[in-house]
């Protein structure tokens, strides 16, 4: 019997990557992101033109997802976005963009679906990122909002240790997509991690082989 897994920003390469893993694995997924189509590699349902940085809206849509697809056991948290700029000659605003879209969302769908992850000792795995460990020029915003996901990670970790959850989170470098490769024409992209790199990390970490692992920030950084 399938189990319910929960992907959010799967309309993205790399959610499609762990949308497609996870269901290579045997779970039932369901995707939700703000797109309104669920991309080239869908999930089992898929729950579009949802803003997760609302609070409200994303309890709804966990909410109707169990309601669908059955008591969740595995959450990624995928959803999210990137800028390069700098301290001095960005904007102020971009912060508030990127703790909203990098972090928040994975707040807000944590919250939403604890409760049901609790009752059957589920998993969580979310997106951090390589620089939040050492940023370079003109990731400050984005990766300081990443610190944020492994800070999440570990004190969620240690919150729910008791009640059977498992915390972690992945870290990756440079990830090989088209949008990545259109802007470092120049790059070697075979230093860079595949999309499917990651997601099968993550559906280790989700698995009953990771059964002790939590509180976890792995890098999953390629040859970067």
Known sequence: MKTHAIVTGAAGVLGQAVTQALVA???????????????????????????????????????????ANGPVVALVNVAGTFRWETVADGDVATWATMFDINLRTAVNAVRAALPSLREGGGAIVSIGAASAVKAAAGMGAYAASKAGIAKLTEALADEEKDNGVRVNAVLPSIIDTPANRSDMAGADFSRWVSPAQVASVIAFLLSDSAAAVTGACIPVTGRC
């Open 25 to 67: 694995a045997g779970y039932r997924v369901t995707g939700i992101d703000r797109a309104a189509d669920a991309g080239s590699t869908g999930p089992n349902a898929y729950l579009g033109g949802v803003d997760l940085s609302d609070p409200a809206a994303a309890a709804k849509a966990i909410d109707q997802a169990i309601g």
